[in-house]
C-alpha cells in the first residue's frame, strides 16, 4: 500500500476538518480558466455526451441505489510516533438509496468502528472502540456533516445522479488544458466538471477541494472509476480504492433507520 501514497506530510488542519498534505509528487489543480479565455473554436457539447459515454441513458435506473467497500488512505497528523506509516488505511462500506445512506468504517484491525445513517428524516452517528459503544447522536455536529458530504462524494455514482436533476444547471465553458470543462450549479453547491477524451468524467473541483477519478470499469453496464483521490489547496490528501461496486441491492426494510442499525450494533 506504501506505494500508492509517497511522502505525506501534514500542511494544517483546515475550518472543514480536512488536512492539507506535501507531496513528493502534489497533484496541481488545473489553473481556472476564464470563458473568454477557453478554445472558441471548440464545438459546445452537452453534459449529455458524458452521461452517454458513462452508458447512463442505457440504464436509467441503475443510479437509484447502490452499495460499495473500498480502501481509504489518508494521511496520519504530525507528532504520531515517526515509526509508523505517515498514512493510515480504514475499510469504508456504502449503501445509498435516494437520500438515505449508511456508512461503516472501521481501522484494519476492527477495533474502532463508526457508523453514520440517514434515514431520510433523522441523522444517526454511533462510534465503537473494542466492541464498546463510546458515542452515540442523533444531532448532526461538524463531524456529521462532513461524513454527509464524504457519503455524497463516495465513488461517482452520487455525482451523476446529480447530473441527471431536472434542477441542475450545467454550461459548456470549452476546452481548458485538453479537457472538455463543464460549469455545474446544483440546489446547493456549483463546481467544475472536466471530462477526457473519451468523454469520461476525470475530475471535480468545488473550491478549494479537487476529486480524480481513474481505473474505469464496467458495472452492469455502467462505467465507473475505481480509484478515486482527493486533493485539498493543490496537495494529494486521500485516496479510496473501491473493491466492489454493487447496483440496486436488495435492502431490507427499514434498512437505513437507527433501529436497525441499533440492532446491528448490538451484535
Same mark, same amino acid.
Given at each position: 500500500?506504501?506505494?500508492?501514497?509517497?511522502?505525506?506530510?501534514?500542511?494544517?488542519?483546515?475550518?472543514?476538518?480536512?488536512?492539507?498534505?506535501?507531496?513528493?509528487?502534489?497533484?496541481?489543480?488545473?489553473?481556472?480558466?476564464?470563458?473568454?479565455?477557453?478554445?472558441?473554436?471548440?464545438?459546445?457539447?452537452?453534459?449529455?455526451?458524458?452521461?452517454?459515454?458513462?452508458?447512463?441513458?442505457?440504464?436509467?435506473?441503475?443510479?437509484?441505489?447502490?452499495?460499495?467497500?473500498?480502501?481509504?488512505?489518508?494521511?496520519?497528523?504530525?507528532?504520531?510516533?515517526?515509526?509508523?506509516?505517515?498514512?493510515?488505511?480504514?475499510?469504508?462500506?456504502?449503501?445509498?438509496?435516494?437520500?438515505?445512506?449508511?456508512?461503516?468504517?472501521?481501522?484494519?484491525?476492527?477495533?474502532?468502528?463508526?457508523?453514520?445513517?440517514?434515514?431520510?428524516?433523522?441523522? #444517526?452517528?454511533?462510534?465503537?472502540?473494542?466492541?464498546?459503544?463510546?458515542?452515540?447522536?442523533?444531532?448532526?455536529?461538524?463531524?456529521?456533516?462532513?461524513?454527509?458530504?464524504?457519503?455524497?462524494?463516495?465513488?461517482?455514482?452520487?455525482?451523476?445522479?446529480?447530473?441527471?436533476?431536472?434542477?441542475?444547471?450545467?454550461? #459548456?465553458?470549452?476546452?481548458?488544458?485538453?479537457?472538455?470543462?463543464?460549469?455545474?450549479?446544483?440546489?446547493?453547491?456549483?463546481?467544475?466538471?472536466?471530462?477526457?477524451?473519451?468523454?469520461?468524467?476525470?475530475?471535480?473541483?468545488?473550491?478549494?477541494?479537487?476529486?480524480?477519478?481513474?481505473?474505469?470499469?464496467?458495472?452492469?453496464?455502467?462505467?465507473?472509476?475505481?480509484?478515486?483521490?482527493?486533493?485539498?489547496?493543490?496537495?494529494?490528501?486521500?485516496?479510496?480504492?473501491?473493491?466492489?461496486?454493487?447496483?440496486?441491492?436488495?435492502?431490507?426494510?427499514?434498512?437505513?433507520?437507527?433501529?436497525?442499525?441499533?440492532?446491528?450494533?448490538?451484535?
Amino acid at each position: 500500500m506504501k506505494n500508492l501514497i509517497s511522502a505525506l506530510v501534514l500542511g494544517g488542519l483546515l475550518s472543514t476538518g480536512l488536512l492539507t498534505l506535501s507531496f513528493e509528487e502534489p497533484v496541481r489543480p488545473i489553473p481556472a480558466v476564464a470563458i473568454g479565455e477557453a478554445n472558441q473554436s471548440a464545438s459546445p457539447i452537452s453534459i449529455g455526451e458524458a452521461l452517454r459515454a458513462h452508458n447512463v441513458p442505457q440504464n436509467p435506473f441503475a443510479l437509484s441505489a447502490f452499495s460499495a467497500e473500498a480502501v481509504r488512505l489518508t494521511s496520519r497528523p504530525p507528532g504520531i510516533d515517526p515509526q509508523m506509516a505517515s498514512f493510515f488505511e480504514r475499510h469504508v462500506s456504502v449503501v445509498m438509496a435516494g437520500e438515505a445512506y449508511r456508512r461503516h468504517t472501521t481501522d484494519r484491525l476492527g477495533l474502532r468502528e463508526q457508523f453514520d445513517s440517514f434515514d431520510g428524516a433523522a441523522p #444517526y452517528h454511533a462510534v465503537i472502540e473494542k466492541g464498546r459503544l463510546i458515542e452515540a447522536a442523533d444531532s448532526i455536529s461538524d463531524s456529521e456533516r462532513g461524513a454527509d458530504l464524504s457519503i455524497k462524494t463516495f465513488g461517482l455514482l452520487p455525482i451523476l445522479k446529480q447530473l441527471l436533476d431536472p434542477a441542475t444547471e450545467v454550461v #459548456y465553458l470549452g476546452r481548458a488544458y485538453g479537457r472538455d470543462k463543464f460549469d455545474v450549479k446544483t440546489a446547493t453547491d456549483r463546481w467544475a466538471l472536466f471530462t477526457d477524451s473519451e468523454h469520461l468524467i476525470c475530475r471535480l473541483e468545488a473550491r478549494d477541494r479537487v476529486i480524480e477519478y481513474a481505473n474505469y470499469r464496467s458495472v452492469d453496464g455502467l462505467r465507473l472509476p475505481f480509484i478515486q483521490r482527493l486533493s485539498v489547496g493543490g496537495r494529494l490528501f486521500q485516496e479510496t480504492i473501491f473493491s466492489s461496486i454493487t447496483l440496486n441491492p436488495s435492502l431490507p426494510r427499514g434498512y437505513f433507520s437507527r433501529e436497525a442499525v441499533s440492532k446491528e450494533l448490538a451484535r
